[in-house]
């Protein structure tokens, strides 16, 4: 048996290991991960933020809050946001029962960009989708804007 031949041999077997370890590895590419909003969650949650700008009675509510913020959870309204001379209550749950299935859902109302309530805290075992409509008054430029912040998860 030719040694200097086995070893040859030998060398070429791991030089063309290392060669394919080394374009492995370059062309490896991270599994990625892909959240998105499922397309009728988007659409249920565009309309519905939709609705509530352009509905004055709603969009009065929103504005003329008292306070800094409520919430809306599952047809029970928490916070200044639900006085009883706004129809919100019920308006808004008329609103969410006719556009959503198979999810539960929460609102917020809030005098700035980040959460205001504890809503978040309660679902973070969930997945949650969410989406956030900015309005304002447009007739009193006194009057604070108010962020409308609806959240989504599976019952």
């Avoid at 791991?14 to 492995?24: P, Q, R, S, T």
């Avoid at 929103?62 to 200044?80: I, K, P, T, W, Y």
Wanted: proline share 3%; hydrophobic share 35%; with cysteine.
């Amino acid at each position: 048996m030719n040694k200097k031949g086995f070893l040859r041999i030998i060398e070429a077997v791991i030089a063309i290991v290392l060669l394919l370890a080394f374009i492995l590895y370059i062309n490896y590419k991270t599994p990625s991960i892909d959240f998105k909003t499922p397309a009728i969650v988007k659409d249920s949650m565009s309309s519905i933020l939709t609705q509530i700008a352009l509905d004055s009675d709603l969009r009065k509510c929103a504005l003329n809050g008292e306070g800094e913020c409520s919430s809306f959870v599952n047809g029970q309204c928490s916070g200044v946001f639900c006085p009883p001379t706004c129809n919100y209550n019920t308006k808004f749950t008329e609103i969410m029962t006719k556009r959503i299935v198979n999810y539960d859902y929460a609102c917020e109302v809030c005098e700035e960009s980040l959460s205001c309530t504890t809503i978040s805290e309660k679902l973070q075992d969930k997945t949650v989708y969410t989406d956030t409509i900015f309005i304002a008054n447009t007739h009193d430029v006194n009057s604070e804007p108010r962020v409308v912040r609806l959240y989504f998860w599976e019952k």
